[in-house]
Each structure stands twice: as structure tokens, then as C-alpha cells.
């Protein structure tokens, strides 16, 4: 399929079906659409009467339209109130289009909407970037797709001539998207630590990026005693994964992004139960997929800021080597932690990850992690949680996500609650109580980071959506990539 811009006037374009994006209640049609509803015999006026079309976003209808002059068919897709404009109704308009488009086995497929705050580039990327996520389907794990996919092979945005370089824009962070999509797609016996390591591989040798992956021995000389823990019971290797995007000349800035990387999460010794989603927990390296989809937009589009990217990827099991609940691991930066609850393992491993980025002496860093069900509880399933004592590091996460529409919410780090993971034994405990659990485990995290500004996002909930959602089909979303890139490129600016 190619995206691509059109310089034809509307009323002259000919192709399958053509979309056409309508704010609420402003669905009279005047002006060219009024000329092109003539052109095709008034169906476009009877449609929207009949069908009581109000333009409320994500709406759409669609008829036939004769022989209209080379149009097969006409979609109307709501905008909701001009006012209310925000890139992501683009995007998520670009997305209804698409699957309706599929749907009526479209090959060339037009569009033609308003742009977002007259921004032309924006507004093309944030479209094509709906239409791609939406079409995506993964078939990896069928013998024989029952859905043949999409037929359109063109997609043409009318009035964008000269945004080329936007539609590509959008198609390198959606295959970053895609890549993350894959990664947690995937189950426990498909993505492995090893794998992941392998995709870093594939990514350094595609783009020429610097990789360095730790062994367990590697890891041990380094005192990761946290990070290995959690490791020690997996009959596969942990792999401590450090791949490097550096700019040509003197970068901008230098900025680490850490994903948790746990390939699958039993709980350890304190296992998860019936009930508890355990069948689930491949998800639980989506901030490792993350950060490789990050890294793959990232080292295509080349910005002007150095970007590290790191995952301590391991599973959590168990076995006669098995973490005991109880038991005290030292990190690497000599913090001493009493495991009272081996399910608490997320934290663990970025203990170490983020001692280990704390030194290379970066601008800042933001961690993605299925760190917490207690996040989950607080912001529900669409919203991941934001965590930082660094007010400029949450401004520039919030206007990512605020372009991205990856949604996101700051959360306090409240300090007093630091007290639920006092120990008797060690330094802390790696739990607190069932109050504040996304807190305190925001909290610990933050005993490991000394020198660099730092934000934790807590992705547990948007991960993962169990039905279509805007541009997400059900399954995983591929979260976080589109604000980490943007987050990049605007700390850049
Ligand atoms: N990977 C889980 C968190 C999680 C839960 C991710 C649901 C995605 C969906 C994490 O390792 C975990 O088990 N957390 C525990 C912490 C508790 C033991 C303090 C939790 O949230 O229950
Ligand atoms: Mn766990
Ligand atoms: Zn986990």
C-alpha cells in the first residue's frame, strides 16, 4: 500500500471510494462539497437525512454513488467540533476510514480533510500514521488467516501536495509501532530474552546502531544482584541489552530510554494464581517493545540527539534456583533489598538498569514498564501513569503524548508512602502495601537513580486493548513508541 499526497481538485479525483471528513454540526453541505454532491446527483444530502449524520467523531457512513464520475463510493467520517480539533481526531478518522475501506474491498481510496491547526505536515502524518496502525493485522500465529486483509493499494490526501516527507515520516514510527505490536504479540515461547536481544541485533545491523549486550557474567561483575535475581530461576540467559543511536557532529542532547523487559512473568515464587491473568503475562516486556520500536523509528529517522536504548530482559519462573520470598539481593549501586514478594520483579530488574544508565551521564531518562495491576486500578485501562519529580521532563512527556494521543497522567510521588518499604533486614523491601502500589513502586525505583533527571511511565494498563479501539485492533496496542519518538525529537528542538 502507498500513502500518498494529491494535487487533483476534489471535485475531478476518481478512485474507489472517497472519504470525506465532516465537523458536527456542520454537515450541510456547502461551498465545493455542495458542487460535488450535484455532481453526484444529491445522494450525498439524502445520505446524511437519512442516516441522521451529525459528524460526531468517529462516525462514518458510506453509499454508493452510481457512476459519479469515477467515484464508487463516498464515505462521510465525523470530525466532532471544530473546536475540538486535535490531531488524534486525524488520526483516528484516518483509522474509521481505513477499516471501512477494507471493508468495501477498496483499492484506491481518497481523502479529504481539514488540516489540524493549519498544519499540513502534522495533519498528514497524524492521518497516514491512522490509516497504517489500522490496517496492520497480525496473522504470524494462523495456519490459514481467516481475514484476507486490506485490498487498498493507494491512498491519496487531497490537498496535501508536497507533505511526502510527512507520510514517510509516519510509516518509519509506524513500523517502530508495529515492531513493538509484534514483540508483545508474541507469546513466551516465541519471545525469549534471546530474542529480544537478536531483534536489538537486527536493528543495529540494519541502521547502524552500536549494540552491546551483557551476559550473565557480564551482569555479575557489575553487581546487577537485583536484576539477576530475578533471573536466576529461568533456564534461558538474561540479557542485558544497551543498543546506541548516535547523530552525526555533536548531539543535541544524550537521553536513555529503559523498557522492563520480563519475556513472561509466573509470579516467581510467590506465583501469580487462577485468576490473576497469568496466561496474559507475555505482555510484560511491552517496555522493551517499546523501546525497540523506539529505536527502530528512531535510528530511521535520524534526529540530532544521542538516544540509548536498554532493556534488562529476563523472565521470572520457577525452579530449585528459584528466588526465595524473603531473600535480600543486593543492586548494583549497593542497595540492599528484601524480596517479600518475588511477583514485585519489574522493579528489580530496572534497579539495575537504571543504576547502570544513571552513569553514562545523559540529559535524562524515561523508563516503560508493566510495573503495576495497582496502575491498572488508578487511571483504568487507556491511560498510562506518569511518575517523576522532574517538572521539565513531565512537561515534554505530556506534550508528546499530547501529539502522539498515547494518553498519559502524572501521578505524586508522594515520599511519606516510601515508609511501606521500610525493612527490618535491608535497605528496603521491594513491596508496600496494596494502597499506592503504583506509587511505592515508583518510589523504589527512584532509590536507583542519583544523578539524571528521570520519569517512569507505568504502561500496564494501555499496553494491551481487548477490543478495537481507534487505530489499535485488539491485542497489543504498540504502546508508547509514537510519544517516545516524539519525545526525542522535541527535546531536540
Ligand atoms: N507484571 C506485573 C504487573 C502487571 C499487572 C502488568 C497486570 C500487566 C497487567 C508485575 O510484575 C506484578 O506482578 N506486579 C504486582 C506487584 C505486587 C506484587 C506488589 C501487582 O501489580 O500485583
Ligand atoms: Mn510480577
Ligand atoms: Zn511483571
Known sequence: MTIQPSDTPLLEWAGDSLAIGLFED??????????????????????????????????????????GGGVRKVILVGLGKPEALKLDTLRRAGAAVARVGKKQKSKILGFSFPLWNNDPGASAQAIAEGVELALYQDIRFKSEPEDKGSQIETVELLGFAGQEAAINRAHQIVSGVILARQ??????????????????????????????????????????????????ASDLPPKFIHLTYKPEGTPKKKLAIIGKGLTFDSGGLNIKGAGSGIETMKIDM?????????????????????????????????SGRAMHPGDVL???NGKTIEVNNTDAEGRLTLADALVYTDKLGLDAIVDLATLTGANVIALGEDIAG????????????????????????????????????????ADMKNTGPRPGGSITAALFLKEFVKET?????????????????????????????????????????
Not at 455532481?39 to 444530502?45: D, N, P
Request: aromatic share 8%.
Open 26 to 67: 456542520a454537515v450541510e453541505l456547502t461551498g465545493e462539497l455542495a458542487t460535488l454532491d450535484q455532481k453526484f446527483a444529491g445522494v450525498l444530502k439524502e445520505l446524511i437525512a437519512e442516516e441522521e449524520f451529525k459528524g460526531k467523531a468517529n462516525s462514518t457512513i458510506f453509499t454508493r454513488v452510481g457512476t
Open 183 to 232: 514483540l508483545v504479540a508474541a507469546p513466551a515461547n516465541a519471545v525469549t530474552p534471546i530474542t529480544l536481544a537478536e531483534t536489538a541485533q537486527a536493528i543495529a545491523t540494519e541502521y547502524g546502531l552500536q549494540l552491546q549486550i551483557l551476559e550473565r557474567e557480564d551482569c555479575e561483575k557489575l553487581g546487577m544482584g537485583a536484576f539477576l535475581g530475578v533471573a536466576q
Open 286 to 318: 511491552g517496555g522493551a517493545a517499546a523501546t525497540l520500536g523506539a529505536a527502530k523509528a528512531i535510528a530511521q529517522i535520524k534526529p540530532d540527539s544521542e538516544v540509548h536504548f536498554i532493556s534488562a530482559a529476563t523472565e521470572n519462573m520457577i
Open 330 to 332: 543486593t543492586a548494583s
Open 386 to 425: 506518569l511518575y517523576t519529580t522532574d517538572d521539565a521532563v513531565a512537561a515534554q512527556l505530556e506534550k508528546a503524548a499530547q501529539t502522539s494521543g498515547e494518553k498519559i497522567w502524572r501521578m505524586p510521588m508522594e515520599e511519606k508512602y516510601f515508609e511501606g518499604l521500610k525493612s527490618g533486614i
Open 453 to 493: 533527571p528521570w520519569a517512569h511511565l507505568d504502561i500496564a494498563g494501555p499496553v494491551w486493548t481487548d477490543k478495537e479501539n481507534g487505530y489499535n485492533s485488539a491485542g497489543a496496542t504498540g504502546y508508547g513508541v509514537r510519544t517516545l519518538v516524539d519525545w526525542v525529537l522535541g527535546t531536540g528542538e
